[in-house]
């Protein structure tokens, strides 16, 4: 199968194009020296010439302390739609976007669900993801099959070192303390390669609309926190609750599309996950 990868330099990017690679496929991977997809030309223009079979879109701005309220979002939601316009005008059967469990509400006190929760965003990328969702998913027809995914929580190598987890692992290897919130939070956490792993079970499926990405498996922030400096080896340094907390006590799915209607399971499980994680930021 001849995929377009968008964002292929990016966090996700970097795992999953030797993953589709080693699936067989052929990978066109698109980074921000290729086209800026924040320009509807620009999205139209790589369709054109690339001519894939399947798109896989994850181009965004992800960068942290950024992305939340950028001023960019927007226009990646208008390009978004632009690309997937152009990807169903030239035959593309297949697209799979990336979004995020921002776009649903947080306020209630449930699991997160493709189909009872409100979609109703908090930020500016939240919104401008559930925008391109829409924009995205109306294309569909019997012979483009557009899927969304949400991404919630994920970990592992190579992560941007501002993020929770090489935060605290870097911190721990420089013998440095590392200021944590309290921990009692639970979140839904995914090692990067299995979420890697769900988007190409999810791009070779025929499963349309959203499709939340996650293990099901949910844990406190502090498992997350103590598992690593456990790992790592100095516990002593983690201090809990130094950190204010200003997101949802939950924010968790039981990811029952992806298991049921994908046929999908994590390769790794939480322990694993963290052994592998681990592992990588101590070589660092």
Known sequence: ????????????????????????????????????????????RLVETTRPEVVIHLA???????????????????????LAEAARAHGVHRFVGVGSCA????????????????????????????????????????????AWCRVFLLFGGHEYPARLVPSIALALRRGDAAPCTHGRQVRDFLHVEDVVGALVAVSASDVTGVVNIASGDPHPVGDVIAGLAQRVGR?????????????????VTRAARLRQDVGWRPQWSFDEALDRTADFWSRQ
């Open 1 to 44: 199968m001849r995929i377009l990868v968008t964002g292929a330099s990016g966090y996700l990017g970097r795992h999953l194009v030797p993953a589709l690679h080693a699936s067989g496929h052929t990978v066109i991977a698109a980074g921000r020296a290729d086209a800026d997809l924040r320009r509807p030309e620009d999205a139209r």
């Open 103 to 146: 776009e649903y509400d947080w306020t209630g006190s449930g699991d997160l669900d493709e189909y009872r929760t409100p979609e109703l965003p908090a930020t500016p990328y939240g919104a401008a993801k559930l925008a391109a969702s829409r924009a995205v998913l109306a294309l569909e027809n019997e012979t483009f099959l557009p």
């Open 235 to 251: 516990p002593d340094l983690i201090r809990l609750g130094e950190i204010p907390m200003r997101e949802p006590n939950r924010l």
């Open 60 to 82: 965004w701005e992800a960068t942290p302390g950024v992305y939340w309220t950028s001023p960019d979002n927007a226009a990646w939601a208008d390009g978004t739609a632009a």
